[in-house]
Structures are given as structure tokens and as C-alpha cells.
């Protein structure tokens, strides 16, 4: 089975600052990764897919980049509303879905 | 507009038997592979089980294989989670979500809780 390693697991940062979080993946899985948004008592919301697309309608200060087993979500300039956790998600080994164990997001 | 709406959840004791219903609607239903995830409480998001467009293939879990039987009714737009010898640790929210193409999940429902507890 493959396993995601995410880090950190949680952060705190000013707004405007720019966040970084990894996803390592145990073995190659080429770009088949998503990120995720979860806010509290809410449903995960799909922010990038394939590593590095933005999915339609999410703000460009999100980002991601990577492939093979390291991967790499950026926000760029951190705001209030993006207070949440963020988790990793590969799909290379189907059927089975994996998940990064997640990132919370503070602001400072 | 796609919804995905979960049902079913509750309180029940250890052994006991719940069925979950996930209603669909704002696209073709039929067309597309389902999963089910699970978050259990303060905790991260564990996949439980896919099922293919048309019901023929499905896929669980270590920890539910034998216990949980993942089906649908394409008929009625309606995804099912049929949960049996409930144990405490199934104890999570559990969300049914669209598989847009081969993994690649784009929606969630709302999730139910299912709380298992003497």
C-alpha cells in the first residue's frame, strides 16, 4: 500500500504570508495527487488535481507542483478564509484512496 | 448543480447493523464511479469503499472488507453503505463522494455521523 507522508501538521502563519506544505508519497505515483480544503464541520473541497491544476473557480494564490513522490501546495498569500486543514490524496494505487494525515492552518 | 446527500447515520451498539444512503443529483449518475470515505472524530479522512458505474465492481478497506457492502441504485440515484458487526472504531463521519475520473474525487456530500457506542 502507499503511504502519504504530509508535513507539517500544523502551522501558524501571518495573513499574507506564503504557506508551504509537502506531501511525500511512498513510491512513485507520477502525478496523481490531489489537494484538498477542509473547513471545520464541512465537507473536503477539491483545490488542485493532478499536482498542479487548479480546479475551477479556486483562488490562484493556491498552488501545486511536484511529481513522482514529492509534492509540494503553496498558498501564496495566506487569508483569513483560508483558515482550514489541508490534506493530500493520491490515486495511483486504486481502488484504494490515500490520504496525507492533513495540515491545519492557523493564522497567527 | 451536483449534490451529494447523505442519510442514515445514528447511534447504535457494538454488532448492530446500519444502513447509509447517499441521494444524488445535477448529473448523470449512472456514469460514475462512488466512494465512500470516513473521518473519524479529530481525525483525518480514511477511504472505505468504491463502487463502479454500474454496481458489477466493488472495493473495501481492510478494516470493513466482510463486514460493509457498498451498492447502488442507478435507478433511484441512490448509493448505499449497508454496515454490519459494528465496533467502536467505525465510529466516524462518513461521506459519500463522486469519482470523476478514475480517483480523482471532485464532490462530497455533507456527511452522516455514525456513532457506535453501548
Known amino acids: 500500500d502507499i503511504q502519504m507522508t504530509q508535513s507539517p501538521s500544523s502551522l501558524s502563519a501571518s495573513v499574507g504570508d506564503r504557506v508551504t506544505i509537502t506531501c511525500q508519497a511512498s513510491q512513485d505515483i507520477s502525478n496523481y495527487l490531489n489537494w484538498y480544503q477542509q473547513k471545520p464541520g464541512k465537507a473536503p473541497k477539491l483545490l488542485i488535481y493532478?499536482?498542479?491544476n487548479l480546479e475551477t473557480g479556486v483562488p490562484s494564490r493556491f498552488s501545486g507542483s511536484g511529481s513522482g513522490t514529492d509534492f509540494t501546495f503553496t498558498i501564496s498569500s495566506l487569508q483569513p478564509e483560508d483558515i482550514a486543514t489541508y490534506y493530500c490524496q493520491q490515486y495511483d494505487n486504486l481502488p484504494a484512496l490515500t490520504f496525507g494525515g492533513g495540515t491545519k492552518v492557523e493564522i497567527k | 448543480e451536483v449534490q451529494l446527500v447523505e442519510s442514515g447515520g445514528g447511534l447504535v451498539q457494538p454488532g448492530g447493523s446500519l444502513r447509509l444512503s447517499c441521494a444524488a443529483s445535477g448529473f448523470t449518475f449512472s456514469s460514475y464511479w462512488m466512494h465512500w470515505v470516513r473521518q473519524a472524530p479529530g481525525k483525518g479522512l480514511v477511504w472505505v469503499s468504491r463502487i463502479n458505474s454500474d454496481g458489477s465492481s466493488t472495493s473495501y478497506a481492510d478494516s470493513v472488507k466482510g463486514r460493509f457492502t457498498i451498492s447502488r441504485d442507478n435507478a433511484k440515484n441512490t448509493l448505499y453503505l449497508q454496515m454490519n458487526s459494528l465496533r467502536a472504531e467505525d465510529t466516524a463521519v462518513y461521506y459519500c463522494a463522486r469519482d470523476f475520473s478514475s480517483g480523482l474525487v471532485d464532490y462530497w456530500g455533507q456527511g452522516t455521523l455514525v456513532t457506535v457506542s453501548s
Open positions: 493532478d499536482a498542479s
